[in-house]
């Protein structure tokens, strides 16, 4: 059976699902899920992401995070987790690059916060032999909260599940996923939310205005904030999204073979993802106790923490490489680009007053 007809027969037994609920099955179902079945990235899959079009990503990310560990006295048995770590070249970059201070590197556990089962498989390949201790696990919990974090994440939050709310005459609606005729439909609940639900700043809605959140994303976000106000340590967490209060739009999405394709047509071939709203990770961060930086956009920010010198570099010892080292330059930081689309925000202990690239 397809997981498209499991979803109906799932429906059809048990009444309409939610948007986030629908967006957990079609990415991360053990046998059909868009991440749990393939390797989207790259030129031959669906998207090609930061790590993958150049080292230089993974690498300003990791001596980002080894002088974020300097500037807090070097403390003593680190964690270094990634979530959503895809092919797994965002942290075998990062490794080497920080690896320049042994005292950090030696002395690290790492762990992978990934679904998939295959993506795990090709992360172990990629990190085989890098030297650190290396761990998995496919969610992020409590058993991760005893020692200063360090965290990355780079288009992992898009993937979390959104719900999103229609504004009516009588209120505000959740956008379930039901079924019409056999096949995948989106519908309004007939009941509205309680009010508490939907915050103030989405009262001036017009009719057919949507309101969308990840409670998911931000409960993760500000569990990871406590534990690095309490412990010590840095996230930085790069995504594509907006950094201003939003219009009311939804900003689901799928895509599939580089093009974007119904949502509701072939669960489980296509990559869902939504926006990420930086302010209200923002928010969730301060909520969790941390000192919250940015958001600031990719572009801004491999550009202050040196970029263009890592590439002027690579170049000389690599001339042969110039013209591809220029344009994968471009292509990070480029406006154009991904340089703002994506942006990026940072978590620290309350004592923190500033971090590379993020204005100090
Ligand atoms: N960071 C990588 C991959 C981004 S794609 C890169 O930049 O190339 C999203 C990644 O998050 C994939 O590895 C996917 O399997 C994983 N993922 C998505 N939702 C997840 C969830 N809820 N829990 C754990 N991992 C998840």
Redesign the pocket.
């Known amino acids: 059976m397809s997981l498209k007809a499991r979803i109906v027969a799932l429906i059809e037994a048990q009444g309409p699902m939610s948007v986030a609920q629908f967006m957990t099955i079609a990415?991360?179902d053990p046998k059909d899920g868009y991440?749990a079945t393939r390797d989207p990235?790259g030129a031959g899959g669906d998207f090609i992401?930061?790590?993958?079009v150049s080292q230089m990503f993974g690498e300003m990310l990791g001596l980002w995070l080894l002088q974020a560990w300097a500037d807090q006295g070097c403390p003593k048995s680190p964690r270094l987790v990634e979530l959503?770590?895809?092919?797994g070249?965002?942290m075998a970059n990062a490794l080497r690059a920080a690896s320049v201070e042994p005292d950090f590197t030696n002395d690290l556990e790492v762990v992978l916060?990934?679904?998939?089962p295959v993506?795990q498989a090709m992360q172990a390949e990629k990190l085989r032999g890098c030297g650190a201790d290396v761990s998995w696990q496919?969610?992020f919990d409590d058993s991760l909260s005893d020692r200063p974090l360090f965290l990355v994440a780079?288009?992992?939050f898009d993937?979390?599940p959104v719900r999103q709310y229609v504004r009516s005459e009588r209120g505000w609606h959740e956008r379930m996923v039901t079924t019409l005729d056999g096949e995948l439909n989106f519908a309004l609940a007939p009941v509205p939310v309680p009010l508490p639900i939907i915050p103030a700043s989405r009262e001036g809605a017009p009719l057919g205005g949507v309101y969308e959140t990840s409670p998911a994303a931000l409960a993760l976000a500000e569990n990871i904030a406590g534990i690095i106000a309490q412990r010590g340590g840095a996230a930085l967490i790069v995504d594509y999204g907006y950094d201003a209060i939003t219009g009311f739009a939804e900003t689901l999405q799928a895509v599939g073979g580089h093009r974007f394709v119904d949502a509701l047509d072939t669960p489980g071939e296509d990559d869902l993802s939504a926006h990420v709203d930086f302010m209200a990770l923002a928010q969730a961060g301060k909520r969790g106790g941390a000192a919250v930086f940015g958001p600031v956009t990719q572009g801004a920010l491999l550009a202050s923490i040196g970029i263009t010198e890592r590439a002027e570099q690579l170049m000389n010892a690599h001339p042969e490489s110039a013209a591809d080292l220029l344009a994968a330059t471009e292509r990070l930081i480029g406006a154009q680009q991904m340089g703002t689309l994506f942006k990026a925000v940072a978590f620290a202990p309350p004592s923190v007053t500033g971090f590379a690239g993020f204005g100090a």
Do not use: D, H, I, M
Not at 49 to 52: C, D, M, N, Q, R
Not at 84 to 87: D, H
């Open positions: 990415l991360l991440y990235f992401t930061a790590p993958e959503g770590p895809g092919r070249t965002l916060v990934e679904a998939s993506l496919a969610q780079n288009e992992f993937a979390l």
